[in-house]
């Protein structure tokens, strides 16, 4: 059985930037839909007691699967992005991490302002991420449930722009919550953390 993982923070901690509505909503109702729903579907047949990332490989790209998929997806998208977050977020990055990021895209500004941009040309529902490709840090766009997962790439950070991520404290201005998640909650212990072991 699939399980929703506890956020590694109270409800409020987040606040003002992500208000603990919008994680009571987000994490309580959503990602446990997700994580119900999926259970129902692997309680029989050939992805039983499979392990979540396994799921996800091998369900990808199956139209027949597609539900399935989706679920998976999505509950392995939530629980990384929980944990890419924090209260009191934002600050100093490690200087590994920032290093390699000034080498990759120039500054840690420019990378912000990329990342942003991503968030926002995301159409539709979907996923902003930075990942290590293997040679070097890249950003990328994922939409609905799909993941980097399933590209080979070792997910670092994401940022979820669904509207069920932001609609609640900032209604339709997506900019104005992902200025909130770059500024207030990005956990940069936690990626320089994915980034230190996808170096590895
Ligand atoms: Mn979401």
Not at 24 to 37: I, L, N, P, T
Not at 176 to 181: G, I, M, P, S
Request: with cysteine; aromatic share 12%; hydrophobic share 40%.
């Amino acid at each position: 059985m699939f399980e929703l993982p506890e956020l590694p923070y109270a409800l409020d901690a987040l606040a003002p930037y992500m208000s603990a509505e919008t994680l009571e909503f987000h994490h309580g109702k959503h990602h446990r839909a997700y994580v119900d729903k999926l259970n129902e579907l692997v309680v029989e047949g050939p992805y039983k007691g499979m392990a979540l990332e396994d799921v996800i490989r091998q369900a990808v790209g199956k139209p027949e699967d597609r539900v399935l998929f989706n679920q998976a997806g999505q509950h392995w998208n939530h629980s990384h992005f929980w944990l890419g977050m924090k209260k009191g977020g934002g600050g100093n990055i490690p200087g590994t991490l920032e290093k390699q990021l000034i080498a990759d895209f120039g500054s840690v500004d420019r990378f912000r302002q990329e990342f942003k941009a991503a968030c926002i040309a995301q159409f539709g529902s979907g996923w902003a991420w930075l990942v290590f490709d293997g040679e070097k840090l890249a950003i990328t766009k994922t939409g609905n449930a799909d993941t980097p997962l399933t590209d080979g790439h070792a997910a670092l950070l994401t940022c979820d722009v669904w509207e069920h991520s932001y609609y609640i404290d900032y209604r339709n201005l997506r900019p104005k919550y992902v200025d909130a998640f770059l500024e207030g909650l990005v956990n940069w212990e936690a990626v320089a953390d994915r980034f230190e072991a996808a170096v590895q």
